[in-house]
């Protein structure tokens, strides 16, 4: 059987025990086995990558690739962590997001790529939540550095396709396909007045901001180029 229904949640968490040279790699071969993991709560989430923020320890060089995780209230939650790799999973049925990349840390160099993520909030419970990849906190009084979302394949999701909250800086968001979102396809607040600015390129929107937005929406602190968009709402 290779569909594990978890009660609870699978956390994930390094113990200070992963290293540049010698990471954690968590591989759900698809050629061996497609491993499904899934979450029948949605108050709770699927994956957590946490660490122990009362002794200030974050989760290290965690890989996480090729699993199929379904329903739940975010597919993987990157609570606490640095240098983690989530790559070529397909997250869907989440009510709130897919990938979400949001505590009240600091967060540097998370790379997400080649994760198809789809089906997010379908049941529009609450209406103004339901992003395909979030990243950073609210009120910016934390943020997010150094992370890369590249070849991403995103659609059908409610509110936004990837949003990067503001006071984050030098994140490129490159070469993904976005496709059916409610709001603008990719949103980038403003980076907080630093010299490292955002970098949103090479991105293909179709049919984004279908509830009267625009296709990308930018607040400053970002270099934009070169992004295909084929009919926005706005």
């Known amino acids: 059987n290779n569909r594990f229904v978890i009660l609870n949640r699978l956390d994930v968490h390094s113990q ?25 709560s949605n108050n709770q989430n699927a994956i957590n990558i946490d660490g122990n923020i009362s002794n200030n320890e974050y989760t290290d060089y965690i890989a996480i690739k090729n699993f199929e ?3 739940g209230d975010v597919g993987i ?9 989530l790559h070529n999973n397909r997250i869907h049925g989440a009510d709130s997001n897919g990938i979400r990349v949001n505590d009240p840390v600091n967060y540097d160099s998370i790379w997400i790529t080649s994760n198809e993520i789809y089906d997010i909030n379908s049941n529009q419970q609450p ?10 906190v609210e009120n910016g009084a934390f943020r997010v550095a ?12 409610l ?37 490292q600015q955002n970098i949103v390129d090479s991105n293909l929107l179709y049919n984004v901001g279908t509830r009267n937005e625009n296709g990308i929406q930018a607040q400053g602190g970002a270099i ?8 926005s709402g706005y």
């Open 127 to 136: 209406p103004d939540v339901g992003s395909g990849i979030y990243l950073g």
């Open 77 to 85: 939650h990157v609570a606490k962590g640095n240098n983690i790799w």
């Open 159 to 195: 509110t936004y396709g990837i949003q990067l909250k503001t006071n984050s800086f030098n994140n490129v968001i490159a070469y993904n396909d976005i496709t059916r979102s409610g709001w603008p396809g990719i949103i980038v607040y403003g980076n907080g007045g630093s010299c």
């Open 16 to 40: 200070g025990q992963a290293t540049f040279n010698n990471p954690v790699v968590i591989d759900a071969d698809p050629g061996v086995m497609q491993i499904i993991i899934e979450q029948p």
């Open 69 to 71: 995780i379904v329903s």
């Open 146 to 157: 150094h992370a890369n979302i590249l070849f991403n394949k995103i659609h059908d999701v």
């Open 224 to 231: 934009i180029a070169n992004n295909v968009i084929i009919k």
